[in-house]
């Protein structure tokens, strides 16, 4: 029997050609159809809840998608894009999927009209390159000639479309100076802002606007004894990694003795051992002990006496935190070479204060005037659990925004300004092609148009019309030399009017574009070269693992 | 042409658009709903039974609320609202719940006028700046001091209240309370802990009248040996220990090997000796009365009776706490390091005392007690944990003035007071409630009080800011002379909570419901391999078909 006269049996469905293709796109479609109302200062909030009840109330692209149960595969290819973006850059993730989706449809098309999908690819590639290239060398903008305002203005853009909108005024000053607080010259010299240096806390109670920022860092435990002071100052701090309880043989040691006597001797050392490293911390000048691990009650004491604050259970993150930011050494042990154990004094670190303060109804250490300083924390106050998460994460974007707007050094005007502008060019670039790829190009320069038409729709404005007079400034703006400015004009969606959105300040870091674009691209091309799927039907026996 | 492309799991419902608004409005106003009559002196009480019978009767909103399960995914974020607010002040957690639930009410109506949510709450949030603006207006400072005042204060706070015709009764113990633990940080801020110096005991039996806030500490044990040690000691001098007065092993796992018969009686003997090792070094102070969190020997119990001290055992480690505040001992933890300054002298008198069938423990007289007791006596454990529940508020509204000493009136005339238009008819739901509540004609008394309120806004004078509603007779009256009063800050909290919520539950316009708790996202991919060789291994047996 030949081999090709039977049909291959595969348990499963299998798809391909156009359907795949069609299907493909349909369910990236409407994955961005998800995310779609949550673009722009106008879009609203999606509220998501899982099996056991808990909310989850978002306006973040990633968030939505991570939440969401999305079963598709190439579907799932989108959501794993917005994370990519979450993590390179933070902000836009909403942007991106949505750009990617349109892309997607737009290439359907043309593979519809019989254009190869490899020829749609190349002309993508081609578009995007020369998207990036011309937004590098056009259109952004120095920041050195903005100064802070622009950085301000920067995150100010990421956060309006947020929850945090109505008072971005206040949360884009706060977030400004927190990235500032954290700046830092590595070895190389190259200054950096590490986000992770800035402890955001939350606290229920009081109003969005009584959120402050804190310079130090802020611990979510209270003191380990009533007895102990509420406030040291000057501070040195102790890090240590280790228990302060009853010294104990680790792996269950069995000691035995013959003589009765020595039983309690080893009951008595036990207790000296703790209390004897205790001494040395104290004796080392420590006024504030910071422990990953417990310490014992019988310990606490020592402290109190000494009229030193002790914390047990810090978080290991925050202890690194803590360490890095008052110059102390995280201490695990105290043996040394000698097979001693000591405690220098130079293992500590040093802060203006530390005080024990209640924030709603908890407890929290502040360890304020750190020596270093490069870390800060940001206490947010709303009216319930569910607000603070999600402040907490526009207030994440907007620090990931100003970090980048900083380390990248330049910005664009946002809006759909961008956007507008590059579609523009690239429509004119695929006219000067004689290949294949124009068509692509000029695709891709129409897809591109997507993020004004949804701002414009989402804030209810006629998009339509908004989309055309936007291209058509831009339109002079690339043909005349002397209407150079025009290339700054973005949407303006409160009052659905186009105005020049870099004056007006919504400005957004070159790079979070470039990014957008880059990934939207790579993603698109991804599924677009999908022809085949097999989706096979799940064996029996798996079902009881699932 | 070709099936529907699923992309999300069939378990998952959405909703989106107007729809979703509507919903939101409708869960939270129902949650509103639920606890409207609990709002001013007028209201009632509503009786829970929880899933394992047993009964909650109350009519603090957060905790009818909490007691409630609740399905819809706004109406928990309401829920949470008046947890907020119960941590952050103790107090207005009704108000905050209605005043909600009424400003996404009045929003449902711009929304059906096609206004888009975010100029809502852009509105909104105006409205609240102004609206803690004019609070800061009309608000007026008083003296700490005065205590009529701040009486008179508690007082109103607790009129909404079960406890209301113990008014000043229960103003009165939630006032010594928290003035006791007071304590000034200097600077004129002051720091009142209620959750751990004030403690308030419930013992069944009695009147209510008979409680009393004890000028020191109480708690529910008895001397460890009735008989022998003394139950009444005047000025005792007290030692307070965390460590166990009893032979305790050590950490480390130690076998001892005995070869000779007499070790025996010497390890026995070395547990004997450690043991009044102890007592001795604590005897060398002279205490009256030992107390320990821990356990006490048979043979400690000897030792302290035979030198005539009291000891008390297995305290809980918070009650130790209070009476260190309490009588200004320090909690030792090894009786070798005893010092004089630890031992707590503050204290006027120690006695056991026989309430009903148990015995209680009061060390009481304090000189100057930074913690305390609050003896609640009351006819059933249900009424007990009502007046509680009462007296925590009332506590939190003491320490409210306490910490920030400034005052706006009561009654609904504060809600009365600003001229925006849509956040305006929503702060009215709390004037309205009263009036509902208390039974008169609604929509009389609220024109007259709108009268005034106007009449007032348009000739800035100010004099009618302070008319409100007396919630008893549902007359318009200056609140100043009825002594009605709310703390600011329990007032601005609630304003800032109410609307912030409102905004966030607007901003949604899309639900997602039945989302799988996420499991790892490596735990699917890994599964991909196996599944398609299991597959290819099927496919032979099918060929043959």
Redesign the interface.
């Known amino acids: 029997m030949a081999l090709g006269s039977q049909p291959l049996d595969i348990l499963g469905d299998r798809q391909s050609g156009q359907d795949v293709r069609t299907q493909n796109i349909t369910a990236c479609q409407s994955v961005a159809n998800i995310v779609k109302t949550s673009l722009g200062p106008v879009g609203l909030d999606k509220m998501l809840v899982d099996d056991i009840g808990d909310v989850t109330i978002t306006n973040d692209g990633a968030t939505i998608l991570k939440m969401l149960d999305v079963e598709h595969p190439a579907a799932k290819v989108l959501v794993e894009l917005a994370e990519l973006q979450d993590r390179e850059v933070g902000d836009g993730t909403t942007s991106v999927v949505i750009v990617a989706a349109e892309l997607l449809k737009r290439a359907n098309d043309l593979v519809k009209n019989k254009i190869h999908p490899t020829s749609v690819i190349s002309g993508y590639r081609l578009a995007m390159r020369e998207a990036c290239k011309y937004v590098e060398e056009k259109l952004a903008i120095k920041v050195d000639k903005l100064g802070k305002d622009s950085l301000v203005n920067c995150a100010k853009t990421s956060m309006s479309s947020k929850l945090l909108s109505g008072d971005s005024d206040f949360f884009a000053n706060m977030v400004v100076d927190a990235v500032q607080a954290v700046k830092m010259t590595n070895a190389r010299g190259e200054i950096k802002y590490p986000i992770k240096g800035i402890n955001i806390l939350k606290a229920h109670g009081k109003s969005a606007k009584e959120s402050y920022l804190l310079k130090g860092y802020a611990l979510n435990t209270g003191r380990a004894a009533q007895g102990m002071p509420l406030k040291v100052s000057p501070a040195r701090i102790a890090c240590l990694d280790f228990n302060l309880q009853k010294t104990k043989m680790q792996l269950g040691v069995q000691v035995l003795v013959s003589d009765p006597r020595e039983l309690e001797k080893i009951r008595q050392r036990e207790a000296d051992m703790t209390k004897e490293r205790i001494e040395k911390i104290l004796k080392a000048g420590a006024n504030v002990v910071l422990t990953t691990k417990g310490i014992d009650d019988m310990a606490l004491k020592y402290f109190v006496e000494a009229g030193a604050i002790a914390v047990r259970r810090v978080r290991k993150e925050d202890l690194r935190h803590v360490a890095k930011a008052t110059g102390a050494t995280a201490v695990s042990t105290f043996a040394d070479m000698e097979g001693e154990e000591t405690f220098d004094s130079s293992f500590l670190g040093y802060a203006d204060e530390v005080v024990e303060e209640r924030i709603a109804d908890d407890d929290v250490i502040l360890i304020k005037g750190t020596k270093t300083s490069s870390a800060v924390s940001v206490i947010l106050r709303g009216a319930n659990d569910f607000m603070l998460d999600e402040m907490d994460r526009a207030l994440h974007d907007a620090l990931c925004i100003v970090k980048r707007t900083l380390e990248s050094n330049s910005v664009v005007a946002g809006g759909g300004a961008v956007e507008a502008a590059l579609s523009v060019y690239l429509e004119y670039l695929a006219t000067t092609l004689g290949s294949r790829e124009q068509l692509a190009i000029a695709e891709f320069a129409e897809s591109l148009l997507i993020i004004p038409k949804v701002l414009a729709v989402n804030a209810a404005k006629d998009a339509t019309d908004l989309v055309a007079k936007l291209r058509a400034y831009h339109h002079t703006a690339q043909t005349k030399a002397d209407k150079k400015h025009l290339s700054n004009m973005g949407l303006d969606l409160v009052n659905g009017k186009v105005r020049n959105n870099l004056e007006a300040g919504v400005i957004e870091p070159a790079m979070s574009k470039v990014k957008i674009l880059q990934f939207a691209t790579e993603a698109a091309i991804t599924i677009l070269r999908i022809d085949d799927m097999i989706k096979l039907a799940k064996d029996e026996s798996q079902d009881g693992q699932d | 042409m070709?099936s529907p492309?699923?992309?999300?799991?069939d378990s998952?419902t959405r909703e989106?658009g107007s729809k979703?608004h509507h919903a939101?409005i409708q869960a939270s106003k129902a949650v509103a709903d639920i606890i409207r009559t609990t709002l001013g002196p007028r209201s009632m009480l509503k009786m829970l039974l929880d899933a394992q019978g047993g009964i909650v009767v109350t009519n603090d909103g957060n905790a009818i609320l909490r007691e409630l399960d609740i399905?819809h995914?706004?109406a928990?974020?309401m829920i949470?609202?008046s947890?907020?607010?119960d941590?952050?002040?103790g107090d207005g957690t009704t108000s905050v719940i209605v005043l909600a639930g009424e400003m996404l009410h009045v929003a449902e109506a711009f929304i059906d006028k096609?206004y888009?949510?975010?100029v809502i709450?852009?509105a909104y949030?105006k409205a609240?700046e102004d609206a803690l603006a004019v609070l800061d207006q009309i608000s007026m400072s008083i003296d700490v001091n005065d205590r009529s005042m701040m009486l008179g204060l508690v007082k109103s706070c607790i009129g909404t209240k079960f406890t209301s015709q113990f008014g000043d009764l229960i103003a009165d113990l939630a006032l010594d309370a928290t003035t006791t633990v007071g304590v000034d940080l200097g600077q004129g801020i002051r720091?009142v802990?209620i959750?751990?110096y004030i403690k308030v005991e419930k013992i069944p039996g009695g009147q209510l009248e008979d409680s009393k806030v004890l000028k020191g500490v109480m708690f529910n044990k008895d001397v460890v040996v009735p008989g022998k040690m003394k139950r009444k000691i005047v000025n005792p001098r007290i030692i307070l220990l965390?460590?166990p007065l009893e032979y305790k092993?050590?950490?480390?796992?130690?076998?001892?090997?005995?070869?000779r018969e007499e070790?025996w009686a010497?390890?026995l003997k070395?547990e004997e000796e450690?043991i009044e090792n102890l007592c001795v070094q604590i005897l060398k102070f002279k205490p009256d009365l030992v107390i320990t969190e821990k356990g006490l020997s048979d043979l400690a119990c000897h030792y302290f009776s035979k030198a005539g001290v009291s000891a008390i055992r297995r305290l809980r480690k918070t009650d130790n706490?209070r009476i260190?505040?309490a009588c200004g001992a320090?909690?030792?933890?090894?009786p070798d390091?005893l010092q004089e300054s630890d031992i707590g002298t503050g204290a006027g008198l120690f006695e056991v005392k026989k309430i009903g069938d148990e015995f209680f423990s009061f060390i009481v007289d304090c000189k100057d007690p930074k913690a305390c007791t609050v003896l609640l006596r009351g006819a059933s454990k249900d009424l007990l944990n009502e007046v509680e529940r009462n007296l925590q508020d009332a506590m939190s509204v003491a320490r409210n003035i306490l910490k920030h000493p400034k005052l706006v009136p009561g009654g609904g005339a504060t809600e009365l007071t600003w001229p925006y238009e849509a956040a305006a008819v929503a702060f009215e739901a709390i004037p309205r409630t009263l009036a509902q509540n208390c039974g008169v004609n609604v929509i009389r008394t609220m024109t007259a009080l709108q009268g005034k309120a106007t009449k007032d806004v348009m000739h800035a004078t100010g004099e009618n800011a302070w008319t409100g509603i007396d919630g008893n007779s549902g007359e318009i009256a200056d609140m100043k002379e009825l002594k009605i009063w709310d703390a600011y800050n329990v007032k601005a909290?609630t304003f800032?909570?109410?609307i912030?919520?409102a905004?966030?539950l607007l901003?949604?316009?899309?639900?997602?419901?039945?989302?799988?708790?996420?499991q790892a996202p490596g735990s699917n991919q890994p599964?991909k391999p196996?599944?398609?060789t299991?597959?290819d291994a099927?496919?032979e047996q099918?060929?043959p078909e």
């Open positions: 070709q492309v699923l992309v999300l799991k998952l989106s979703v939101n399905a995914p706004a928990k974020s949470e609202l947890r907020t607010q941590e952050e002040v096609k888009h949510p975010t709450c852009r949030n609240l720091e802990d959750k751990k965390d460590c092993k050590g950490e480390n796992q130690t076998n001892a090997e005995l070869v070790d010497v390890l070395m450690y706490n260190a505040k320090v909690i030792v933890n090894r390091e909290q800032k909570t109410a912030e919520a905004c966030m901003r949604i316009d899309d639900i997602v419901s039945g989302i799988k708790k996420r599964s196996t599944i398609e299991e597959g099927d496919n099918m060929i």
